[in-house]
């Protein structure tokens, strides 16, 4: 289904709610240390300025848990986004009581108004009705541009839009068109590639794309609850011992849909789990007793390599080792180069892979960065998101 943007719809002289991301990291004394969140915010406020609407932005900012923190405020944004605007953005002192009232009742076109923390009330993450019509209240258009929270059922992500005409900024038009069109229409062969801690937090997403992709190449700390399922010593990786069936079935499932499912061929072990501890790497089935495996081995990234070579669509979800030390970061890393010089469309899922691309300075030659890690996934699944659901069909 396809959802309307800002461009399908009159915003001219209108107030219009947006909810953003503006979920940004920051030091001990509030400084944001990476604005991409709000630099990604630009293009729909620009759209909207032009436009000559009044913008109201809201977004969540850390985990108030629903009190007043200002801690949580959304102060550094307002002057960060002033100053990326060049242009005045007044901050409300509360998101739907007086302040905000104020603020928003005499608004000139192209006027900016940013809302405090929509996690300041506890009403916003329960969906509240009440709260949800006193929010809608304040505007007469609603756009979500919030991926990173489209799968949440929040007043500000999903609730608003029962009380006003909801439509999509460019951020979420654009996820849906990369995640969309790769699950519904992708050019072939279709890779997937998976990593991560978890089997269990990743099952259904492997369910969904095994119906989809023609390779699955599985990496990271799961491909562990596979060997161990095949009968392999794994020895002090980590593993999930009652998922065994469950990989097995997913083995199973893989050969009746034809998708080549590939695991590891060799890993990168250490006798602790440290970047100081001894290493080396073996063989998938030479792993031994006491030793854990950290990393994809160079065989494996070589296959993984042959295979990608080939691929018109490609996915990845999930670090392939744990990058957080250097030593183990090698999988992941050259992963993400492989993925970044292929002649093919190339899409990040949210979170640490998405992370890592960044950090490698790779992001410009990946066809999608997703801005959303959990909603992704989730997206991926297969499941309907509230925060896409609530917006208007073309
Ligand atoms: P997830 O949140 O499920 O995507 O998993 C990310 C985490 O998986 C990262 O913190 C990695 O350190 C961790 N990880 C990846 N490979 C392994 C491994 N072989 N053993 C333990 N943890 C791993």
Redesign the pocket.
């Known amino acids: 289904m396809t959802k309307k943007t800002v461009k399908d719809i009159d915003v001219s002289g209108k107030k219009v709610l947006v909810r953003c991301d503006f979920n940004v990291p920051q030091d001990e004394n509030l400084n944001i240390t990476d604005n991409r969140r709000i630099k990604g915010a630009l293009e729909t406020i620009k759209y909207l300025i032009e436009h000559n609407a009044k913008v109201i932005l809201c977004s969540h900012l850390g985990r108030p848990k629903g009190e007043v923190n200002n801690k949580y405020s959304l102060k550094p944004v307002a002057e960060e986004l002033s100053k990326l605007l060049e242009k005045e953005v007044k901050l409300a002192s509360d998101i739907i009581g007086e302040s905000a009232k104020n603020l928003t009742a005499n608004m000139q076109n192209g006027d900016i108004v940013l809302l405090e923390n929509v996690r300041f009330d506890a009403r916003e993450e329960k969906n509240d009705e009440e709260f949800s019509k006193s929010l809608a209240s304040l505007a007469e258009i609603y756009v979500n541009d919030a991926f990173g929270t489209a799968h949440r059922a929040h007043s500000s992500t999903a609730g608003v839009a029962s009380y006003l005409p909801a439509v999509s900024g460019f951020l979420i038009e654009k996820e849906i068109k990369f995640l969309g069109d790769a699950l519904q229409n992708p050019e072939r062969p279709f890779v997937a590639i998976l ?4 089997v269990s ?1 990743k099952i259904a997403v492997i369910d969904s794309l095994l119906e989809k992709v023609d390779k699955l190449l599985i990496g ?2 799961m491909a562990f609850t596979f060997f161990k399922a095949q009968g392999y010593n794994i020895g002090k ?2 593993c999930e011992v009652d998922k065994l069936d469950l990989a097995n079935a997913i083995l199973e499932k893989a050969k009746q849909k034809n998708v080549e499912l590939v695991l590891p061929s060799d890993v990168h072990i250490a006798k602790a789990f440290s970047n100081d501890a001894e290493d080396k790497i073996v063989a998938t089935n030479a792993i031994p007793d006491e030793w854990q ?3 994809i081995g160079n065989n494996t990234i070589e296959s993984f390599k042959t295979i990608l070579q080939d691929a018109k669509t490609v996915m990845w979800n ?2 392939l ?4 030390f250097e030593k183990y970061a090698n999988g992941t890393r050259e992963v993400a180069k492989i993925l970044s010089n292929l002649d093919a469309t190339t899409i990040i899922g949210g ?2 892979s998405a992370a890592a691309v960044e950090q490698m300075g790779l992001a410009d030659n990946m066809t999608h960065i997703s801005t959303g890690g959990g909603a992704s996934l989730e997206y991926l699944e297969g499941k309907v998101l509230p925060g896409i659901e609530c917006l208007q069909n073309v």
């Open positions: 990593g991560g801690s978890k937090d990271g700390g990786s980590i495996g950290l990393d999930g670090p080792g744990v990058f957080e979170g640490d």
